[in-house]
Nanobody
Framework: VQLQASGGGLVQAGGSLRLSCAASGTTFSINVMGWYRQAPGKQRELVATSASGGSTHYADSVKGRFTISRDTAKNTVYLQMNILKPEDTAVYYC??????????????WGQGTLVTVSS
């Protein structure tokens, strides 16, 4: 499976960006898709997840500003980021939790897309 993330860039504080991540090359079921981020010198942290059943989860730091959505037919997950802050600057990674027909689960990661928010 390949996860291709796009949509990162440079934006001023208060602005918006929309990230996309498309999964390809698999026939396995995808349970959860999500976004993580890693700022310079910090550990990778959860941003938001979207389960196949429709439930979503957000980090407290992005609640009310970010919205995760998903097109299951296209195996694509989106992250709409509004009211961006300089502390949102990070490399954003998408991931997908896949389930094989035999019930094995594994996580695939995308290559990351850089989001830079200037003050």
């Amino acid at each position: 499976v390949q996860l291709q993330a796009s949509g990162g860039g440079l934006v001023q504080a208060g602005g918006s960006l929309r990230l996309s991540c498309a999964a390809s090359g698999t026939t396995f079921s995808i349970n959860v898709m999500g976004w993580y981020r890693q700022a310079p010198g910090k550990q990778r942290e959860l941003v938001a997840t979207s389960a196949s059943g429709g439930s979503t989860h957000y980090a407290d730091s992005v609640k009310g500003r970010f919205t995760i959505s998903r097109d299951t037919a296209k195996n694509t997950v989106y992250l709409q980021m509004n009211i961006l802050k300089p502390e949102d600057t990070a490399v954003y990674y998408c991931n997908a939790d896949l389930v094989t027909p035999g019930g094995l689960q594994y996580r695939a990661w995308g290559q990351g897309t850089l989001v830079t928010v200037s003050s």
